[in-house]
C-alpha cells in the first residue's frame, strides 16, 4: 500500500538545522510533484516548500525562503527538507505530500519543536 514516512523531526535551538525524510513506497514516486507542508498548533496547514518531478522546479513559501531548501532522490524514493537558521515560529508538525493529478497522498507528519 501507500506509504509517505517522514523522519528527522526534533527539538533544536533557534538558529540551528535539521533534516527531514520522507520514504515513499507504494506507488510511483518519480512521476508524482512532492511537498512539504506544516501545521502549527492552531493554524491551518501550510505549504512550505514543493518540487517538481524531476527536481527542475522548486518553490518556497515566503518565510522560509533562504533558509529551508527541497531536494529529492528520485532512486531512494525521497524528499528531503533542509532547514538552517531555526526560529522559534518554524515549530510545527511537518508532512510530506506527493501529488499527480488527481492522486494525492499524505505522510504522518513529524514534530519540530525550536525552542532554548
Known amino acids: 500500500q501507500v506509504q509517505l514516512v517522514e523522519s528527522g523531526g526534533g527539538l533544536v535551538q533557534p538558529g540551528g538545522s535539521l533534516r527531514l525524510s520522507c520514504a515513499a513506497s507504494?506507488?510511483?514516486?518519480?512521476?508524482?510533484?512532492m511537498s512539504w507542508y506544516r501545521q502549527a498548533p492552531g493554524k491551518e496547514r501550510e505549504l512550505v516548500a514543493r518540487?517538481?518531478?524531476?527536481?527542475?522546479?522548486?518553490n518556497y513559501a515566503g518565510s522560509v525562503k533562504g533558509r529551508f531548501t527541497i531536494s529529492r532522490d528520485n532512486a531512494k524514493k525521497t524528499v528531503y527538507l533542509q532547514m538552517n537558521s531555526l526560529k522559534p515560529e518554524d515549530t510545527a508538525v511537518y508532512y510530506c505530500?506527493?501529488?499527480?493529478?488527481?492522486?494525492?497522498?499524505w505522510g504522518q507528519g513529524t514534530q519540530v519543536t525550536v525552542s532554548s
Open positions: 505530500k506527493a501529488d499527480r493529478n488527481a492522486y494525492v497522498y
Open positions: 518540487i517538481s518531478v524531476y527536481g527542475v522546479d522548486t
Open positions: 507504494g506507488f510511483t514516486f518519480s512521476t508524482y510533484a
